[in-house]
């Protein structure tokens, strides 16, 4: 339920971010740093520096690059594409999920399974024949691209899950994650955007940042606990109370609310999520 809150706030506190033109790099470097600092003095603080795992340092370089990519599309995309949409691509991640699992024969196919892919993907071919202009031939290209973002997130989970020390620390997972995150992104930031620049948007306009840092380093710290706990596919049934969460948070803050077709896309891919984590699919077992 925490996971799929954050998740589902996400969208428009990215949506926002591109509104008062944030530079991608600054969000990625300032939260991926700050959240990293803070779970790393918490690591200190508990056990010392001696109980740092050299593996979780690998492992969360590993992470990092995998995640930077789709987390980074994902801010890109927020300046071209409405909050409200994003949110029911983005929670497009179960379906991705299981067909990157089943290319590495990790779940196996079944009827339940490909009724909820197919209703997934017809959410999204709602979503988007429905634009306007798409049906005279103008397709919404970010749209389209934005459809990378959870393949890309699925491909990363499935590591984060698959690649786990064993034994490991989750504290020291995600900050090590986070600060090999920002560290990654530094160099895109002081060639592109450097602070310096006067086109940095004001001090005030980074309280979103702030606020984004703090709510992630209880996400991570839940995140990686179901990661290895429970794997890859359980752990994204967050979208399940992010999905609609998503919508509506965005609706009230951005607008989109009257957009009937919307609400038709959203209700498909309710339905599928609920084929995808019912029944058999509930208690996902991986090798």
Known sequence: MLLGMFWAVSPSVYKHLADVKMP??????????????????????????????KRVIAYGFGCALLMNIPFG?????????????????????????FLVAGVMNHERPTGRKLAAISLGFLSTLVLILSRQGTLSGHISWPLVISLLIPLLYSLYNTFAARAWPKGADTIQAGAFESLWSGLIALPFLLWFAPLSSPTTPALYDYWALGAL????VVERLVYFTLITEKGAVYTVQATYVSTPAAVIIAAVFFGGATDYWLWVSLALLMVALYLNNSGGAAQPKFA
Do not use: K, N, Y
């Open 213 to 216: 840092s703090l709510m992630w």
């Open 24 to 53: 991608v790099s600054h969000s990625v470097v300032m939260s991926g740093l700050a959240v990293g600092t803070i779970m790393l003095c918490i690591v200190v603080a508990r056990s010392g520096f001696r109980s740092i795992d």
């Open 73 to 97: 599309l994902q801010l890109t995309m927020a300046g071209h594409v409405p909050a409200t949409e994003l949110s029911v691509v983005i929670t497009l991640s179960p379906f991705f999920a």
